[in-house]
């Protein structure tokens, strides 16, 4: 397949394999931002076919791990109340909040439905004109222009029955936190090439220039990350630091200008709780006063309900790159896929799911 | 309630329910996976406890007389009930007739089970019946009984089908999961995931543009041929519909004790489905199949049973996909198109379409 194969290319990626061993010197630490990234990492086996000298940790960048349990709370209560038809991506459903979570809301006589594209769920807004349509909008800036796209749309149909729950989070600010947290032990940067597709990589040189870091924008397929993990370790070895872009097929120093308006035109930038890292200043987005209107939390009353974290969970340290998920005690036996006490167990991009279902055994 | 007498509660001669994780029933709990095996394991094996059930087989084995038989029932709830490439009609028969194929079994009759929703069109009922009719024509097996229920509107998806099957096996066939041992091939008779990407290509919210139709098919056919072949070579079929590959084999290891190695470069799949799944972000190795069976042969036979499925027009782009190994029993493992080696897990809850 087209843009697929060229980038699982065994020889190529051998090249980078044996090019990585062959360079590198000492003890290197890299983090990967992104969920997706620490997928393919492991999905591909990856990790295995590294030096042992490099330690890769897997970076804060799955939206699901980092959505706040109170959200999930509110979203719960929400998609509870009669007459309302809850949209959510996929991956959201399964999330544990406090009691529940979606799917069980769903089993329950709720009626909660996956949508693949926030416009989807204005388009069922405006097909059922009896029912309170909720988009739960979560997500990096990857997802925000989908998002704001839908309240634009909403916005300008007149609908009167479509909302969006929103929880959107910035990366670069949660990168300055790493970075600033005085056990960090990150050297380097796998950065995330999606969120960089939309929004470019001026924002990362400020950070990288003041911390002394190497990042390398990076793309998904093994050979993207493979290439990234070269260039990482290429100017970890040479000391040198600053933003270098491997992505180059999809990023821009600028990213999409149309996106990035249309992202704030409709969002301003807000302090955000992240699930088990806790307040950043500055690291997400709401919606502006102008669009007030298409707040769910406003319009169901639902933002003083708050809620406390299971106490065994330790993905905060994972998603800070200072522990692993197999050096968490409940890992595997009291916090599996199917009973998650932790949201990165839960999606295909958490850190604990990838490693419960690509690394359980050898 | 207690009996004070004997000093017998009423507690104690019941049995608790096994499955207290969940006081509801998921949609995961019929989704092939980790889920339903737990159900079947925990709450139905628990409480229906006999040699034939245990072998966990996709029918039942019975001795009659000198006669074994093949016997199997599944029920399809799916929606909508027409799509590209099948309906809910056709999608029964294949359903049940398969499942006597994957014990090596020749079905000699079926019965029909139909759950009906109040107001659906006769005109839909009369096109399900029609195609049950064209199916089981083709494969040469009867509908010789049936039974008929109506639902109030509301309760059901349009039409629910249960089917089930009797089966005839041959002298000297024997089909078990527990029969892979090591140093067996892993075949399988053509692309996976086609069905189930089918499907959800037409399911509301998740529309996109694609020309896939499913596969649904019979199997009994390339079945005879492959036993015609390879005889007591063949050790194990098993048609990967709910839950996919991934978890059709994960079942496998763990009955045989074994262990499975799969090539990933060798699984046949076709470019729409791989783009499809990338797209929606879902690992076909755990998309629901039809038309498709798993073979697990002799290393000796392995070259027969592909020459013979290739030569079938259910097998034309079958391949060898993987091997049976002593190391890692009860996990299936993979080598991954780059060289790594990777765990493939069984289904976990519900395939979910990932956020970005």
């Known amino acids: 397949m087209k843009f697929i194969d060229e980038y699982r290319d065994e020889v190529a990626t051998g090249t980078f394999i044996r090019a990585i061993h062959a360079l590198v010197t000492r003890p290197w630490t890299i983090m990967e931002i992104c969920g997706g990234q620490t997928n393919t990492l492991m999905k591909f086996g990856i990790d295995r076919l590294l030096p042992d000298a490099v330690t890769m940790v897997h970076g804060p960048g799955c939206p699901v791990c980092v959505t706040p349990l109170e959200l999930i709370d509110r979203a719960v209560a929400i998609a509870r109340r009669p007459g309302v038809l809850f949209t959510s991506f996929g991956d959201m459903l399964r999330v544990p909040g406090s009691e529940s979570d979606l799917l069980t809301v769903k089993a329950r006589g709720g009626d909660v439905r996956i949508c693949y594209s926030p416009l989807d769920a204005v388009k069922l807004a405006r097909i059922h004109p009896e029912s309170e349509v909720v988009f739960f909008a979560v997500g990096f800036e990857t997802t925000a222009p989908a998002n704001a796209m839908a309240v634009w749309q909403a916005a300008r149909l007149g609908l009167g029955n479509f909302s969006i729950l929103t929880s959107h989070v910035l990366v670069p600010p949660a990168i300055e936190a790493i970075l600033t947290s005085p056990d960090n032990r990150v050297q380097g940067f796998v950065a995330p090439g999606h969120v960089c597709a939309v929004m470019g990589f001026r924002e990362y040189e400020p950070i990288a220039l003041r911390h002394g870091v190497p990042m390398v924008v990076t793309g998904f397929e093994p050979l993207d990350l493979l290439q990234g993990i070269y260039m990482t370790l290429l100017a970890l070895e040479g000391g040198r630091f600053g933003v270098e872009n491997q992505y180059a097929r999809a990023v821009t120093r600028d990213g999409n200008m149309a996106a990035r308006d249309l992202v704030e035109r409709v969002f301003e930038v807000c302090d955000r709780p992240w699930r088990g890292i806790g307040m950043i200043p500055g690291s997400g987005y709401r919606l502006r006063p102008e669009f007030a209107a298409f707040d769910a939390e406003k319009r169901f009353e639902v933002a003083d309900v708050t809620a406390c974290e299971s106490s065994l969970c330790i993905a905060g340290d994972i998603m800070k790159g200072r522990k692993k998920p197999r050096q968490c005690p409940a890992f595997g036996s009291l916090c599996t896929p199917e009973r998650p006490i932790g949201a990165p167990m839960v999606s295909s991009e958490g850190a604990c799911a990838a490693y419960y279902h690509y690394a359980r055994t050898g | ?356």
């Open chain 2, 1 to 356: 309630m207690s009996g004070k007498g004997k000093g017998v509660t009423f507690a104690a001669v019941q049995c608790p329910m096994p499955v207290a994780d969940y006081p509801n029933v998921l949609m995961a709990h019929g989704g092939g996976g980790r889920l339903t095996q737990m159900l079947i394991e925990k709450m139905f094996l628990h409480a229906f406890s006999n040699p034939a059930l245990e072998v966990l087989h996709d029918g039942a084995l019975l001795e009659v007389g000198r006669e074994r038989l093949a016997f199997s029932t599944d029920s399809f709830v799916v929606r909508p009930l027409f799509f590209p490439g099948g309906d809910i009609g056709s999608l029964s028969v294949h359903g049940t007739v398969n499942d006597l194929a994957m014990c090596g079994a020749r079905p000699i009759a079926l019965s029909v089970g139909l759950i009906l929703e109040e107001g659906l069109p006769m005109e839909d009922l009369w096109r399900v019946v029609q195609s049950m009719q064209g199916a089981a024509r083709a494969v040469g097996v009867p509908i010789v009984t049936g039974d008929t229920k109506v639902v109030d509107r509301g309760k059901g998806d349009g039409v629910f089908i249960n089917t089930s099957g009797v089966g005839l096996i041959a002298p000297g066939v024997d089909i078990a999961p527990r029969r892979a041992r090591p140093g067996d091939r892993v075949l399988i008779n053509g692309p996976i995931a086609v069905h189930g990407v089918a499907i959800m290509s037409v399911r509301e919210g998740l529309e996109f543009e694609t020309q896939l139709r499913s596969d649904s098919a019979p199997l009994h056919d390339l079945v005879a041929r492959v036993l015609q072949a390879a005889g007591e070579g063949v050790h194990v079929l098993r048609d990967p519909t709910r839950g996919g590959v991934a978890s059709a084999l994960n079942e496998i290891a763990g009955s045989a004790r074994v262990g499975i190695v799969l090539d990933e470069s060798r699984i046949p799949m076709d470019e729409e489905v791989r783009g499809a799944c990338e797209i929606l972000g879902l690992d076909p190795l755990y998309v629901a199949n039809e038309g498709k069976c798993l073979m697990i042969v002799s290393r000796e036979s392995a070259e027969a049973v592909l020459r013979a499925a290739r030569a079938h027009p259910m097998g034309g782009r079958a391949e060898i996909i993987g091997e049976v190994v002593e190391a890692h029993p009860g996990t299936v493992t993979l080598r991954s198109r780059v060289g790594g080696m990777r765990v493939v897990d069984m289904l976990t809850g519900e395939q979910l379409p990932r956020i970005c």
